[in-house]
Structures are given as C-alpha cells and as structure tokens.
C-alpha cells in the first residue's frame, strides 16, 4: 500500500500530468481539495473509485484517519493537491503523520498557478536583461513569517514576485512594494488561471487595488510583479544565440 501525493495542476484537467492521472486511476481510495481542485479534476474515477473524499471539509486528524485505514485495508491513496504539492500544498505536516504510522508514500509534481498564470498572460517571468529571479511567496497571515521573508525583505531584490493568497490585502502588499518597484510598476492579478472562469486584470501598482476592487477578485488569485510584465525592452537571450557556441552548436563562422 502506499499514498501518492499528486499535484492536480491549478484547475484544467487535461494540466495533470500524465503520471499523475495514471496513478489517480488505480487509487481505490481518492483525497482532493474540494475547494480548490474542480470535480472535473476526478470525473474518470468518479464510478470506480471506492471511496472519494473532500479535504476541504475535514481536518488533519481526520484525513490521516482516512489513511491509516486504507493502509490496514492494503489500498493505495491518491491525495490529489492542487497545483504542485512542494508549493503551500501543506504535505509536510501529513508526511510527518504517514512516516510515523510507517505508511510509504510518492509525490507526483504538478502545473503550479504561478506556470497557469504565466501562461494566461503569455509572458515570460525571466527575460533577459530584466528580471532573471521569480520570488514565490505569499503575504503574511495567520502563518509566522521571518523577518527575512517578510515582503519589503523581499522587494529589496526587484526580482519578479509570485505572490499567493494575498489578493485581500493587495492594498497593504502596494503599500509595501512601491518604496521598492515604483508605482509605475507593472502588475497583474490572476483570477483561477486555467479554470473555465480564468479572469485576469493588468495594472501598475498604482491603480491595480481600484482594478482589483472593480473586478471583485477574492480568493484563488495571483498577483505578479514586475517589469516582465510589460517591456520590449530585454535582451535575446544566449541560449540560440548565434555567435554564442555551447555543447550542442557550433559557432557559426562569418562569411
């Protein structure tokens, strides 16, 4: 028996990997986020699984119940996250449970929401010239923060920023970055990228909370900045470069 914890992707159901739906499959026993991972998601177990369960309604005790009793059973468990489970997936505290009831386990990455959301904008979080550093990070709440991560630590960088579940505090989070980016800085809000309602607004961090406000954006949204975002103004990278050799080519000599 043994639990596979496998990333969803952020919403579409055709951005699980193949692995991971392979291995939904065969899972007799199904865990998924209700609250973030559409149902669409398990619709090819929905008739054969034995059992289906939303986490969102439960708590740590009682999914780790849930578990435990599978492994007395011999049943393999797909604990589905959404997007990547290495990402505020919350597997560590669970790890730490199966490990100590001597469960064996998997992890199977995913499209995270920061890949979604890139890919909804069709930009680029690392051009050349520009920003060559993602930041992923989310706004201080209930969970402590180190000083060292705490935002305005981070905005010291000017590297781009992935900023999860802090949409409900955007106008603090410009507060904070603009002393660092600028107000002039580009920003956007992603609303559940990749979902059938995907949504997004684009801004500077001087207009994005009225944007963000008039959109009504709440939970699952992603805010990026950067100058990424909005520039023509980047290098062509080396890596097809002509007169740049590597392992693979050969520097083109002039005619």
Known sequence: MKVYFIGAGPGDP??????????????????????????E??????????AIHNTAEMNLDETTAVIEKAFLEGKDVARLQCGDPS???????????????GIDYDVIPGVSAVAASAALLRKEL??????QTVIMTRYEGK????????LPALAQSGATLAIHLGVTKIHKIVEELIPHYGADCPVAVCYRS?????????????????KVREKKFTLTSLILVGQVLDT????????????????????????
Not at 126 to 131: D, E, I, K, N, P
Not at 235 to 254: A, G, I, M, V
């Open 14 to 39: 055709d951005l699980m990997t193949i692995k991971g739906m392979k291995t939904l499959l065969k899972c007799p026993v199904v865990l998924y986020a209700g609250s973030l991972i559409p149902r």
């Open 41 to 50: 998601v398990i619709a090819s177990v929905e008739d054969s699984a034995e």
């Open 87 to 101: 990402l505020y997936g919350a597997i560590g505290e669970q790890i730490r449970r199966i490990e100590n009831l």
């Open 126 to 131: 690392t051009l050349s010239g520009v920003s």
């Open 143 to 150: 969970t402590p923060f180190p000083e060292r991560e705490r």
């Open 194 to 210: 990749s979902w059938p309602d995907q949504d997004y607004v684009t801004g500077t961090l001087s207009d994005i909370v009225q």
């Open 232 to 255: 023509e103004d980047f290098n062509d990278s080396y890596l097809y470069d002509k007169n740049q050799p590597n392992l693979f080519r050969k520097k083109q000599r002039s005619p």
